[in-house]
């Protein structure tokens, strides 16, 4: 028999950051023989959702659910009025996870329940992080990481273009700055080419494509609504958090990034499921190597294209993979606004455009150009550059900003920075030989990046320039006196620039 208890609803104003979590009084669980971390699957009306129970003698009585912010926003329940709650057992793939942490090789049901019970808010957090954590120690095999990808889309929402060439191109991050996408996605679709890029915000670095791209436009739409904007302009620059194409990744990037885990087959399972759910069958890859990225030696970045070239051809995806310098940023500005402000630059053909940012921006788009067969092996990176030198590229990227609900007539002196600010200067003269990525983060991201568009820092020296003592090398920028003092306290600490 199935036990079910009535309750009155009591809301719990704390976000458990997308963690379903009930409270139920310490009393009425020890009668009813429910402990901390169960499961309880709680309802009303015609919605329910599967919560992990904490036990409390404070805040309820014993007639009451304490419900946190998140699963109250789900129910749409009022104060008082009446939940059920079902206590429920252990799913199934919590045997599947313990059979993988036993180094056993999983079966593509095996794999599919898992995914499907993290979709649905099964697992607690500790199991999927068990998963994750047997995935980093004992790996995943060829077959377990196609398994996965397939799961991973086969419960979220896809993007059909319904198109012969679909363009797309992923870096794998750990480059501050680095907004190739921005330049890669106006070029190709001035073109003719096909690329719905949907990209991610910033986790640990201090803007993610889709931050900056909210410079410019709006970039969270619905499925229905990317179709017409690629319908309209070939391209776009959207948020993929705001479509459900991968919500099981997102559930095991949340309880990764504590640890910064990042297990080869979920990230292979990660980045491919997004391209197979986007419909993208030509996709370029960058791999950043260096000190401080996430690949440090070529060895790393030779095995890892190997890896996404297998992957990549079980799902009939023609790529190519580019490696490229990791250990210093790409372009000049690192924060919102300020690389918003150099991709300006770069369709304008300005002075100040950071060539960096503009070279390796047409080396990715001239090898993608080549992957779909629009231009001659050799000449995408002369037809890539064409496309900024003609004005076409930026006339394109205008359209997609238009078609964004962004203005298109926006200008580089448009972009307000931050009115506090602190100059990084030469200690002594002599040629930068290390510029810390790590460092530049940290300190850009405790200036208020990215939520504070503002916030940022801007760099006017880059590894091997040579400096005069007391020469700048950055500006940091935040509208926030607190935060400047706090990155101002993290650049006298940490070993940021060398000179020798």
């Not at 998140?70 to 329940?77: M, N, T």
């Not at 993608?368 to 550059?385: R, T």
């Not at 200690?427 to 990046?449: D, P, W, Y």
Request: one cysteine or more; proline letters at 3%; glycine letters at 8%.
């Amino acid at each position: 028999m199935i036990n079910l208890f009535k309750l009155k609803a009591k809301h719990i104003e704390v976000a458990t950051g997308g963690i379903p979590v009930i409270t139920l009084h310490n009393e009425f669980a020890k009668e009813n023989d429910i402990r901390g971390m169960d499961r309880v699957k709680i309802s009303f009306k015609n919605k329910f959702v599967v919560a992990s129970v904490d036990v409390s003698n404070k805040v309820i009585t014993k007639e009451e659910v304490g419900i946190f912010d998140d699963v109250w926003k789900i129910l749409k329940v009022s104060k008082g009025e009446i939940v059920e709650i079902t206590p429920i057992g252990k799913p199934e793939s919590t045997k599947y996870i313990r059979k993988k942490m036993d180094r056993e090789e999983l079966s593509k049901e095996e794999i599919d329940t898992i995914v499907c019970d993290i979709v649905y808010d099964r697992l607690t957090d500790v199991e999927m992080a068990s998963f994750v954590a047997a995935s980093y120690i004992i790996g995943l095999s060829l077959e377990e990481t196609e398994n996965l990808t397939r799961a991973i889309v086969n419960t979220g929402d896809t993007l059909n273009m319904k198109k012969k060439v679909v363009a797309d191109k992923h870096c794998i991050g750990g480059v501050p700055g680095n907004r190739t996408t921005m330049i890669i996605v106006p070029i190709l679709a001035s073109l003719g080419v096909t690329i719905p890029k949907t990209s991610s915000r910033s986790i640990t670095s201090p803007a993610g494509t889709a931050d900056t791209m909210e410079v410019f436009s709006e970039v969270s739409f619905s499925i229905d609504e990317i179709k017409k904007i690629v319908k309209k302009t070939n391209g776009c620059i959207v948020w993929g958090g705001a479509v459900n194409f991968a919500s099981a990744d997102d559930k095991l990037v949340r309880v990764r990034h504590p640890l910064s885990l990042d297990p080869e087959g979920l990230m292979l399972a990660s980045v491919m499921a997004k391209k197979v759910a986007a419909s993208s069958n030509h996709v370029i890859f960058d791999l950043p190597i260096g000190y401080e990225a996430k690949l440090q030696s070529l060895g790393e970045a030779r095995h890892m294209e190997r890896e996404f070239q297998r992957l990549a051809s079980r799902f009939d995806i023609k790529t190519k993979t580019t490696i490229t310098d990791g250990n210093q940023p790409i372009g000049k500005g690192i924060g919102p606004n300020l690389e918003a402000r150099d991709i300006l630059w770069v369709f304008q053909k300005d002075e100040r455009a950071p060539m960096d940012l503009r070279k390796k921006g047409t080396i990715l788009a001239g090898k993608l150009l080549e992957l779909c067969g629009v231009a001659k092996s050799g000449d995408g990176q002369k037809i890539a550059d064409k496309q900024i030198e003609n004005g076409k590229a930026y006339e394109k990227f205008k359209e997609i900003i238009k078609a964004q609900k962004g203005n298109p007539d926006i200008q580089p002196e448009d972009l307000e920075l931050g009115e506090y600010t602190c100059n990084y200067e030469a200690e002594k003269t002599g040629k930068i030989s290390n510029v810390n990525n790590l460092a530049i983060s940290k300190i850009a991201k405790s200036c208020g990046c990215p939520t504070d568009k503002e916030a940022g820092m801007y760099i006017y020296k880059n590894y091997g320039d040579s400096v005069n003592e007391g020469e700048k090398i950055f500006t940091i920028y935040s509208r926030s006196e607190r935060k400047i003092q706090r990155a101002i306290e993290i650049m006298k600490r940490m070993d940021v620039i060398q000179i020798e």
